[in-house]
């Protein structure tokens, strides 16, 4: 190299574009380990927050079953609590009218309202009064009708009527 216009440099065994080659794999290399260990990381995340939401779905779902269960048993205490309710309206109504129907000859001493039946006793004037005056309006009423007389002191008679509703009986039936 006597003719060479430049001096000669010493050649090094790892030049500096095989550092800058190896750099750059080093770098890229760990991107890649540092890519899969976040992944690695947010997969078991993922996974952790899944079994919690699981969880939380039972849980939301057992408590929802829960709710459902007692709105069937709300919604079945108010369909009794209206049926208790129009019943009590009914038996005052009916009671209401059973006095209005029992006219001011006759007295009544008793009166047992059932749910199919009604027991009235009391005074009456005569047998003719209690007839025309009060069975007459019960017949139209009950399908059964009994009534039993019994002669008072004072020449009035005392009275027992039993009355009855059949459920699959139209026909209105009177026996003294």
Same mark, same amino acid.
């Given at each position: 190299?006597?003719?060479?216009?430049?001096?000669?440099? !010493?050649?090094?065994?790892?030049?500096?574009?095989?550092?800058?080659?190896?750099?750059?794999?080093?770098?890229?290399? !760990?991107?890649?380990?540092?890519? /899969?260990?976040?992944?690695?990381?947010?997969?078991?995340?993922?996974?952790?927050?899944?079994?919690?939401?699981?969880?939380?779905?039972?849980?939301?779902?057992?408590?929802?079953?829960?709710?459902?269960?007692?709105?069937?048993?709300?919604?079945?205490?108010?369909?009794?609590?209206?049926?208790? !309710?129009?019943?009590?309206?009914?038996?005052?109504?009916?009671?209401?009218?059973?006095?209005?129907?029992?006219?001011?000859?006759?007295?009544?001493?008793? !009166?047992?309202?059932?749910?199919?039946?009604?027991?009235?006793?009391?005074?009456?004037?005569?047998?003719?009064?209690?007839?025309?005056?009060?069975?007459?309006?019960?017949?139209?009423?009950?399908?059964?009708?009994?009534?039993?007389? /019994?002669?008072?002191?004072?020449?009035?008679?005392?009275?027992?009527?039993?009355? /009855?509703?059949?459920?699959?009986?139209?026909?209105?039936?009177?026996?003294?």
């Amino acid at each position: 190299m006597k003719h060479s216009l430049i001096t000669p440099r !010493a050649k090094k065994v790892i030049s500096g574009e095989l550092k800058l080659a190896v750099f750059f794999f080093m770098v890229s290399i !760990a991107m890649v380990v540092g890519t /899969y260990v976040f992944l690695s990381y947010k997969t078991y995340e993922f996974k952790s927050q899944h079994a919690t939401i699981g969880t939380r779905i039972e849980k939301l779902n057992e408590n929802t079953r829960s709710v459902e269960i007692n709105i069937k048993n709300v919604e079945i205490a108010v369909g009794t609590h209206e049926n208790i !309710a129009t019943n009590n309206i009914v038996m005052r109504d009916s009671i209401r009218n059973l006095f209005d129907l029992v006219p001011d000859k006759i007295t009544l001493t008793r !009166a047992e309202l059932g749910e199919k039946s009604l027991v009235l006793s009391g005074i009456t004037p005569s047998k003719e009064t209690y007839e025309f005056l009060l069975q007459a309006p019960l017949r139209s009423i009950f399908h059964r009708t009994y009534t039993s007389y /019994y002669p008072d002191k004072n020449g009035w008679y005392r009275f027992t009527s039993t009355n /009855y509703l059949d459920d699959d009986s139209t026909e209105v039936e009177v026996i003294e």
